[in-house]
């Protein structure tokens, strides 16, 4: 589990026990939480985490870095080869992680790269809820990448097939039509979503829209130049015994 976070001291050790209560009789995980620069008492509570929780890891940059690069460093850092990620503030119920995992284990998931949540029953304002629909609207349409709701922080995808995509900042807005580009198949998962519990949303509506535009169109540019396959390596053949072993 990767967690990105910056200033969530109201939220992460919620969603730090959320993640160990729905998630422990699945099997063995780890939790990495990715503490973006935070400067609002959260790096205190992580520490006491730490000595409670044996799964738990924290990465700390040394300043905000946004979204993205908390992501990019937690799947970096992380030991298993299926991530799984979620936002720190709250908003994204724990206990829909195990929802997203079992596409994996499904026969013929080899071709799978990302299971995406889709976001039901908004706990946003109207203006957010508005902007949004908005937002992932125009980018349906430009991208085509099947995907009513790339915002929502609940993914589940493959560790090898996210690091071989082009990083860019505000990349995790873009996974679905990413993953596609490099030629994973990408299944979708309603989730259930909550009000935030404390603190405040980092981004306004105008700064998501300004750079949003900006990245929509740098993604377009990169999908009218994707790769047109993956490669596999085949295995060289066994050399056959000698004749008087035979």
């Keep these: 589990m990767v967690v990105p976070c910056r200033n ?3 939220n992460i050790r919620a969603v730090i026990d959320g993640i160990v209560h729905s998630m422990t009789p699945v099997g063995p995980f780890e939790i990495i939480v990715v503490d973006d ?5 959260m790096a205190d509570l992580l520490d006491a985490a730490l000595r409670e929780i044996p799964m738990l890891r924290v990465l700390r940059h040394d300043r905000p870095a946004g979204q993205s690069a908390a992501i990019h460093s937690g799947v970096l850092a992380a030991r298993h080869g299926l991530i799984c990620t979620l936002d720190g503030d709250g908003q994204n119920p724990p206990e829909e ?10 026969p013929g998931a080899d071709s799978l790269g990302l299971v995406a949540g889709q976001r039901v029953g908004r706990k946003d304002t109207l203006a957010r809820k508005l902007a949004s629909r908005f937002a992932n609207g125009l980018r349906s349409m430009i ?5 009513r709701d790339t915002g929502c922080g609940l993914k589940c995808f493959r560790r090898e097939a996210f690091l071989a995509l082009p990083y860019f900042d505000h990349m995790h807005r873009y996974l679905p039509a990413l993953f596609a580009r490099d030629g994973w198949e990408i299944a ?9 519990g404390g603190g405040r949303s980092h981004y306004s509506n105008l700064q998501r829209g300004i750079v949003g535009l900006f990245d929509l169109m740098g993604v377009a540019w990169l999908l009218r130049r994707r790769k047109k396959a993956r ?16």
């Design 143 to 147: 991208l085509r990448d099947g995907t």
């Design 97 to 106: 992680l195990a929802r997203l995992v079992v596409p994996f284990t499904e």
């Design 37 to 41: 620069g935070s400067d609002d008492g």
């Design 8 to 10: 969530e001291a109201a």
């Design 231 to 246: 490669s596999t390596e085949i295995s060289r053949p066994k050399a056959e015994a000698p004749e008087s072993n035979r």
């Design 188 to 196: 979708h998962v309603d989730v259930t979503h909550r009000p935030r």
